[in-house]
């Protein structure tokens, strides 16, 4: 997830600094030296999904190119105080283990496949009508679950498909390859934010006020 402070964010397009940075080379760079591979590739989803039409990430061709809405096949998670005790419930049937190990990815969603399972595994062999029900009421939430506006960088390169389907072993360079340097990268933010601050000032809409989270603050989360 890429959140920028506020104001900042907003005034000067800050999403957009921290999403092209991840898209230039030093940050390809970066990743090749820290872990010994080629990184051709980078990819993220929008932040609120398929009912909101924009976002952070439209608009920054060539370094980010929008390819579509992400696939949706799971319900929406239970949060907060209900999670926790659901999650204590059955860690204490698993004799107080973790359902799953606390270094796992994606540690929530996992755990959450898992209860979905034993209960449906255990309705079908005592309560059919309510398994049938179950499983009718899951399938129907996974509508609820929205669709991300999905985008990649090929940083510059020609070929990356092939080369990640293992069709050849050498990256070809774009024309544009050295665009994705850092400073090139910086510098296409620059004019933009200085046409979104100019635009903003102009209709009497700068924020000033910096943003903290707080329970009883009344933030505006959609930028």
């Known amino acids: 997830m890429i959140v920028p402070t506020q104001p900042f964010g907003f005034n000067y397009l800050g999403g957009k600094l921290l999403a092209s940075m991840c898209c ?4 390809r760079r970066s990743l090749n030296d820290k872990y010994n591979g080629t990184y051709c590739m980078f ?63 994606s540690r929530k969603l996992k755990t959450h496949r898992i209860m979905t399972s034993v209960i449906k595994k255990s309705l079908k ?6 398994y049938d ?5 899951y399938d129907d939430t996974k509508q609820l679950t929205e669709k991300k506006r999905f985008y990649i960088s090929d940083y510059g390169y020609d070929n990356v498909k092939e080369y990640l389907n293992l069709e050849t072993d050498k990256l070809k360079k774009k024309d544009n390859f ?24 102009n209709d009497n809409r700068l924020r000033n006020e910096l943003e903290v989270w707080n329970e009883n603050d009344n933030i505006d989360i959609i930028r």
């Open 43 to 105: 990819e993220t989803t929008s932040l609120y999904g398929s009912s909101k039409s924009s976002s952070q990430y439209d608009g920054m061709k060539p370094f980010l190119r929008f390819k579509g809405l992400t696939q949706s096949d799971f319900a929406p998670m239970i949060n907060d105080a209900r999670y926790r005790d659901l999650n204590d419930f059955f860690k204490e049937k698993n004799d107080n283990k973790e359902l799953v190990k606390k270094d796992a990815n």
């Open 133 to 137: 029900k179950f499983c009718k009421m």
């Open 125 to 130: 062999e005592i309560e059919p009508k309510l």
């Open 24 to 27: 230039s080379h030093f940050a």
């Open 178 to 201: 050295d665009r994705y340097e850092l400073e090139n990268v910086i510098d296409w933010w620059k004019n933009k934010a200085s046409t979104r601050y100019e635009n903003l000032k």
